[in-house]
């Protein structure tokens, strides 16, 4: 019988929805919403967070004053107990989307090891 990987992920995807950690981001992501200039805050974050990667994708680096303005958003952003609550949220789901592929590619470290 052929294995349909797909299916498995469309399974973990589905799964994923469900477990503590994601509805944990979700509710704190929508409490975040509410505070319409804190959402606003968030937006300028990524949106800048960004440009900056594809700046270094591309192989540029930012201008000096690209890295200030970085920095002074980070700050005011970090100070935001709502978005900081997110972005707490975030690194569980982070790691456990981490501990997730590790176990996922196990067969190619297995592999490489022998």
Known sequence: MAV???DSANQMERDLRETQEFVALKEAY???KQD?????MF???QTMQIQLQQKQYQGQQPSEDEIKQAQELAGKVGQV????ALMEKEKAVD???SDVNNVITKPIQELYQS
């Open 4 to 6: 349909n990987i797909y």
């Open 30 to 32: 929508e409490a975040m």
């Open 36 to 40: 319409a200039a804190t959402f606003e």
């Open 43 to 45: 937006k300028q974050f």
């Open 81 to 84: 107990d709502a978005i900081k």
């Open 95 to 97: 790691q456990l989307l």
